[in-house]
Every structure is written in C-alpha cells, then in structure tokens.
Nanobody, 116 residues
Framework: QARLVESGGGLVQTGGSLRLSCAGS????????MGWYRHAPGKEREFIAR???????HYAESVKGRFAISRDGTQNTVYLQMNNLQPEDTAVYYC??????????WGQGTQVTVSS
C-alpha cells in the first residue's frame, strides 16, 4: 500500500542523534526512490535527503555530513540517521516516494525537537 508511516522522532539535546524510520511499500520505494522532508513552524516544507532507485543519495546543504539516508534489507523501511542535531533541525519530518519531487500521500510525520 502507498501509506507511509514515520516514527522515531523525539526530544534531544544539541549535538545528539536520532534515527527516523519510514515504513511504506517496497514496490513503490523500488519504483520511485524515497525522500525525506521537514516542515518547521513558519517555514515551507523543505527537502532533506533522497535515495534514488540505484542507491545514489543526495542531501540538502544544511544537513550534509550530519544526516544519512538508508534502506533496510527487506526494502520496505527507509531510515534517516541524524547526528549532531542542532536547534534549527527542529521540525516535523516526513518521508515520501519519489526523488525529484514527492509523488505519494503524506503521512502524519514525526516531530523532532532539539533543545539548546
């Protein structure tokens, strides 16, 4: 099914780490690739990371070197490992199918809050 379920968010101190999970359809992951996005209060939803069908990854400059996107062996879960978190990373994080643009329904997202 196309439904996406994000999890793993929480409250963390500056410099801490979290790993987000996104459960969805392995078929759709394989067909479209996957992207992570975030939506902070007062800002537009922004692209964070993508994992293409061939395994290529791409990151927004703001998270490059700190975040890593990956996919599990069963290929129906995609992860976002977030290290050295900063207060400006506070947002609701979403995943979606597609790499150039989101092509599926949005899930409920998972809240990440980084305290200073």
């Amino acid at each position: 099914q196309a439904r996406l379920v994000e999890s793993g968010g929480g409250l963390v101190q500056t410099g801490g780490s979290l790993r987000l999970s996104c459960a969805g359809s392995a078929l759709l992951f394989g067909a479209h690739g996957m992207g992570w996005y975030r939506h902070a209060p007062g800002k537009e939803r922004e692209f964070i990371a993508r994992l293409a069908r061939g395994g290529e990854t791409h990151y927004a400059e703001s998270v490059k070197g700190r975040f890593a996107i990956s996919r599990d062996g069963t290929q129906n879960t995609v992860y976002l490992q977030m290290n050295n978190l900063q207060p400006e990373d506070t947002a609701v994080y979403y995943c979606n199918y597609g790499t150039l643009r989101p092509v599926g329904p949005w899930g409920q997202g998972t809240q990440v809050t980084v305290s200073s």
